[in-house]
């Protein structure tokens, strides 16, 4: 049995609803063809020619043993490591990229010298912005190994993005495998801080060749690393521009997928929050201006709510949010305190303003991967200027450190841990250890 045919038949046999037929065409007479072909056979008796469908075929493989097949070029000559500078702007020696077609599948990862990419005109990525990306990020611990910190949050989300783009779908686990290699690769990049980290983009983009707008049957998935310090160019509280003339996303959209066209069409937004004094847009949602997200920020509000109850509030997910792992994290940890309500609601802008008039907001900060946790301390809406309280943020210190203490301490049911173990040979073996966030115990 051909290896590609074997790999199918071992997937499927795991499938009670389906049974894989490798038989020649001649056995059915329908199939008049004298080549081989791959038969699926549906538990409702629909059988279905594989081979002529590898739209279907190919993405069911994915990473199957990819990063066994990963390919490494080293770079000749590497860069000089400045001091970590403007988020973004300076990316390491070496990228990861993986080309997928529609009738070859997923061809071998490669790790090779960072360089620019070679995209025809009409890619659809950059005519229809089918393209996706994710970020997470490796942190150095005290002990000086390596950590990224929750890491499959992200695969799963970045594979519930492809499904929306109509891009392929891929092994999550074989991904992070080469995500893992290649940060090893980059280790001596990792900041030696608490305060810094390495970020890690995963990119995923149509390189079909047409203007037409279709489903792709080219993409390339690529990784590219850059050093990152704080996000935003000061650490004091960030202010706020809320006005409902403007919408992020809405329910039916790609809101809770991390898609360039959600974070390109906000510029203009947020250039005219600069004009009226503020870092950031508050976007709204509703004509009741519901509060969704901040810049590219979930958010949190501290306070006493309509019932006197103290409580840490953050928007649900309805679509519009994008599940951030930062959130997630946040939301399992102050639960674990049991000290007040966490509840996931809906919170409006007539319910800020009027909790903000009689003095029971807390505190309110904004999280995400590339800003950790930031404090709010103005908001600025319909005339109005909110001044949030965020000089006593216990709250906001509190989870700030508390994340900090798991990234760079590597508690071994959040990160996923990298270390090196020298054996008694001459050559050094890098393992990596892959545990599932399995309680909130840990963080």
């Known amino acids: 049995m051909h290896s590609l045919y074997r790999l199918h ?23 008049k ?33 990819q ?9 000749s000559s590497l860069k000089t490591k400045p001091d970590v500078g403007e988020f973004g702007s300076v990316f390491t020696d070496h990228m990861l990229t993986i080309e997928w077609t529609a009738t070859e599948g997923w061809k071998a990862p490669f790790i090779r010298p960072f360089g620019n990419l070679t995209l025809h005109p009409a890619s659809t ?16 611990g005290d002990d000086n190994q390596l950590h990224l910190f929750r890491p499959m949050l992200n695969m799963d989300r970045m594979a519930n993005s492809a499904r929306r783009a109509c891009l392929p779908t891929f092994d999550q686990s074989e991904l992070l495998e080469c995500i893992r290699k290649l940060v090893e690769i980059e280790q001596d990049w990792v900041p030696h801080s608490d305060v810094a980290s390495l970020y890690i983009r995963p990119t995923f983009v149509s390189t079909e060749q047409s203007l037409g707008i279709k489903k792709p049957t080219r993409a390339l998935l690529y990784v590219i690393l850059s050093p990152a310090g704080f996000y935003f160019k000061t650490t004091d509280a960030v202010s706020l521009w809320a006005d409902p003339k403007y919408t992020r996303a809405w329910k039916g ?30 976007w709204l949602y509703g004509d009741d201006h519901q509060i969704t997200e901040a810049g590219t920020m979930n958010v949190f509000l501290h306070w006493i709510n309509e019932n006197g ?24 940890l102050s639960r674990k305190w049991g000290e007040f309500a966490v509840t996931e609601r809906y919170i409006t802008m ?26 709010i301390g ?58 599932p966030y399995s309680s909130v115990t840990a963080g």
């Not at 081989?36 to 590898?54: A, H, K, M, N, Q």
């Not at 990063?67 to 770079?75: E, F, G, K, P």
């Open 253 to 282: 959209g790609t809101g809770d997928c991390k898609m360039g066209g959600n974070y390109g069409c906000s510029l203009y937004a947020q250039y005219e929050a600069v004009d009226y004094g503020c870092q950031q847009v508050l």
């Open 350 to 375: 007539d319910q800020l303003c009027c909790a903000v008039k009689q003095q029971r907001v807390k505190e309110m900060f904004g999280c995400g991967t590339a800003c950790m946790v930031c404090p």
């Open 33 to 65: 063809a004298t080549k081989p072909v791959i038969l699926l056979r549906c538990g409702c008796g629909y059988i279905i020619d594989l081979s002529t469908y590898p739209q279907i075929l190919y993405p069911s493989v994915m990473f199957v043993n």
């Open 378 to 435: 103005r908001v600025v809406y319909q005339g109005q200027d909110l001044h949030i309280p965020h000089q006593d943020a216990k709250v906001t210190t509190r989870i700030a450190k508390e994340l900090t203490d798991i990234q760079v301490g590597g508690h071994t049911n959040t990160c996923m841990n990298l270390y090196r173990h020298t054996h008694t040979h001459t050559h050094t073996h890098t393992h990596a250890r892959c545990f």
């Open 9 to 31: 038949y071992r997937r499927f046999q795991r499938r009670s609803c389906f049974s894989l037929i490798l038989m020649a065409d001649t056995s059915i007479p329908s199939f």
């Open 309 to 332: 109850d103290e409580e840490l509030a953050t928007p649900p997910l309805d679509g519009i949010i994008l599940p951030g792992v930062t959130r997630r994290s946040i939301l399992e």
């Open 125 to 140: 990525s950059l005519q229809n912005a089918i393209q996706l990306f994710e970020g997470l990020k490796a942190y150095r």
């Open 67 to 75: 990063a066994a097949d990963l390919v490494i070029q080293l770079s």
